[in-house]
Every structure is written in C-alpha cells, then in structure tokens.
C-alpha cells in the first residue's frame, strides 16, 4: 500500500511538473501578440487566424488520442506529443517568417494538446475516487505557467532581448522531463479486448448519456472565457494606453489570481457539491468582469482583474469531472471527447476575438466573455436544477 502511494505520488508530481512546463511555451506567445505580430508584420485578426488554425488540428487530435491511449497505452501516446512539442518549440526558435511561425504554433498545440489529455487520463486512473482534486492539482501545473509566462515576456521585453532566445532554453526543460519519463511507470489501462469497435460501442455509450452531453457544452463554452481574456488581454491594455511590459505584470497578476482560485476550489469540493461550485462562481464571474469593464481606476480594475480569476479558476477541471463518472474504465476516449467540445469552444470564440479587436473593437473580448458567461450560468442552473440532472 505504501509502494502505491508513493508510485501515485510520483506520477502526480511528474503530471504536474510536465503540464507546467509544457504550457510556458504556448502561454508565452500571449502576451507577445503585440511584439510578434508587429515583427512578422501580421495583424491581429492574421495572427487570431492561426491560433485558430492550430485549435482545429486539437479538435481532431484530442479524439484520436483520447482513443489511442485505450489502444497503444498511454506512454506511447505521451512521447508522440512530446516530440511534437520539442519539434514545434525547436522550429519557433528558428522561426523568422510567418509561415515558420505557424508550422511551429501548431506543432506546439497539438503537442500540448497530446499531453494534456494523457495527464487527464492518468488522474482519472489513479484518482478514480477522488477525480476532481486530481483534475484541479495537476491544473495548477498550468495555471502556474500562466504566471510565469507574461513575467518571462516582460523580462525579455525589458532587457530588449529576442524573444526566439525563450524557446532555446525551453528545449532544455523539455529535454528533461522526456528523459524522466522513460523510467516512471504509468497506469496504462489497456485491455486485451480494446478495439475500434469496442471504442466505437465505449463513444457512443458516452454520448447517449444527457450529463456527459451538458458538461461538454459546458466545457465548450467555458474553456474559451480564461484562453481568450489571456490571449488578447495584453492587446486590450495596449488600447487604454498600456504598453506590454505593465501590461504582462497585470497579465501575471491576474494569472495568479487562478493559482489561488483553484486552490480554493480544491477545498471547496471536499464540502460542496462540483455544480453548485461552478454555477455560484460563474455568477460572480459575470458581476466582477461587469466591474472591470465599467472602472477606469488600475488599481480598482487590477482587484476586480484578480476577483474575477479567482472565480473563474478551476470550473473546467469540476465541469470535466462530473462528466467522466459515467466511464471510469474508459478515460482516454471520455477525455478525448470533453476536450474535443473544449478546443472547438476556443477554435470559435478565438477567432471571433481576433477578428472583432482587429476592425471593430479592443473591447470586443468584453463583449464576448459577457455573452459566454451569460450562457454558462443558465447551462449551469439546468445541470443544477434540472429534473435530469
């Protein structure tokens, strides 16, 4: 017993550190949008178009690997997304041209993508009783990194450094959590009848259930609200008059603002039930980004800023849980399907983002989020309060 615990342990810390790690790569290009698409002379709407681009690729990743993961093990499939990760980071350090730089920015999102769903699918192994304080501790991984990656772009801002230099000394790290891996031993969860067909029986088991089908809309409407106020939120500063380098200290601020809120939610959930969690908080979402919209105040609006993180953190790993329950004996294709409902939510409202900051408004990731939130607490209050539910 002690063995497993420990083995447990070392998978949750490796989990944790890999996500952590991983995601500084795709978290830094954020808060550069100005810097990069200024230097590959891209505008806004051109560069929303790419990170579009790359979610799509996710979408048809996320199931596929999902599935993969119940066919071939999940070790396999997780050295596949390393190495596209290591091959994308490595062509952005290279990257001088537009086209470059969206071969590597897709290679790094379907990479991260890969990674993702294979952490998900362990915790969901190894901590089948107590799935959402696992979904929300290795969360923290990749939520840290939102922290560390504008302060890493106001660094480099601020020493008029290169911004490829990043990616250099990221292959580093990457470098080494590769090498880790090949002496953990992972819960593989594969079993000698899996096959298309039993996938294909296990999928459509999943998506006859009405609680799975709620929570993936949920999680498409949910994953878009925090990937899209990170993504252009430096972009709106820039409007008010706010160069980048303040700007990523807020960004960093407001990053870390969902550090604490997933902390919080982390014990929340050991006293209140995961859709009452998520239903109160996406209600005060919607209040305090009322509050940032409307104050001019920094100060004032950098607290609201840190508010409305705080509330919003952690909802995709609850939303997430409650609809894995239905197939614990298949997480890999549970896990591929949610994000698959996750990535085509960001593929959406991220390029209606792009294109409404581009020709209409900076303020459009506002008006956005207002509608998304809106959505999501009547979603919440039919999971909440419906008679099926």
Request: with cysteine; charged share 10%; glycine share 8%.
């Amino acid at each position: 017993m002690k063995e497993n615990g420990l083995q447990t342990k070392s998978i949750l810390i490796y989990a944790f550190s890999q996500v952590l790690i991983f995601s500084l790569v795709k978290n830094i290009i954020g808060p550069l949008i100005p810097v990069i698409s200024d230097q590959l002379n891209a505008g806004l709407d051109l560069i929303g178009s790419i990170i579009s681009l790359s979610i799509f690729g996710l979408i048809l990743i996320s199931f596929l690997s999902g599935n993969l993961i119940e066919l071939i093990g999940l070790k396999k499939v997780l050295y596949a997304g390393q190495a596209l990760h290591f091959a994308g980071t490595a062509l952005m350090y290279f990257s001088k041209g537009f086209s470059s730089f969206m071969i590597a920015y897709f290679l790094i999102q379907l990479g991260i993508g890969i990674i993702f769903i294979c952490n998900l699918s362990m915790v969901g192994i190894i901590y089948n009783r107590k799935r959402s304080e696992g979904f929300l501790k290795i969360n923290i991984g990749a939520t840290i990194s939102l922290v560390i990656a504008p302060l890493a772009a106001s660094l480099i801002l601020f020493l008029k450094s290169d911004w490829h230099v990043f990616f250099l000394f990221h292959l580093v790290l990457q470098t080494a959590i590769i090498v880790l891996l090949i002496r953990l031993k992972l819960p593989e969860n594969v079993k000698a009848n899996n096959n298309i067909k039993t996938l294909f029986a296990a999928n459509k088991k999943i998506f006859k259930n009405p609680q799975f089908i709620l929570c993936s809309v949920i999680t498409f409407f949910y994953a878009p609200v925090v990937n899209i106020f990170y993504v252009w939120f430096t972009s709106y500063f820039e409007s008010i008059g706010i160069g980048t380098q303040l700007s990523s200290v807020f960004l960093a601020i407001f990053s870390f603002s969902i550090v604490i809120g997933m902390i919080v939610k982390n014990r929340l959930v050991k006293f209140y039930r995961e859709k009452r969690i998520i239903f109160y908080t996406f209600i005060l979402s919607f209040l305090t980004l009322g509050g940032i919209f409307l104050i001019d105040n920094l100060i004032l609006k950098n607290i609201l800023i840190f508010t409305f993180g705080v509330s919003i953190a952690g909802n995709f790993a609850l939303s997430f849980s409650i609809g894995m329950e239905l197939m614990p004996d298949y997480t890999g294709s549970a896990s591929g399907l949610m994000l698959t409902f996750a990535n085509l939510g960001v593929l959406v409202f991220q390029y209606v983002s792009g294109y409404l900051s581009e020709y209409w408004s900076k303020d459009s990731v506002f008006y956005i989020t207002f509608f998304i939130l809106a959505v999501l607490i009547a979603l919440t209050s039919v999971l909440n309060f419906g008679r099926k539910f």
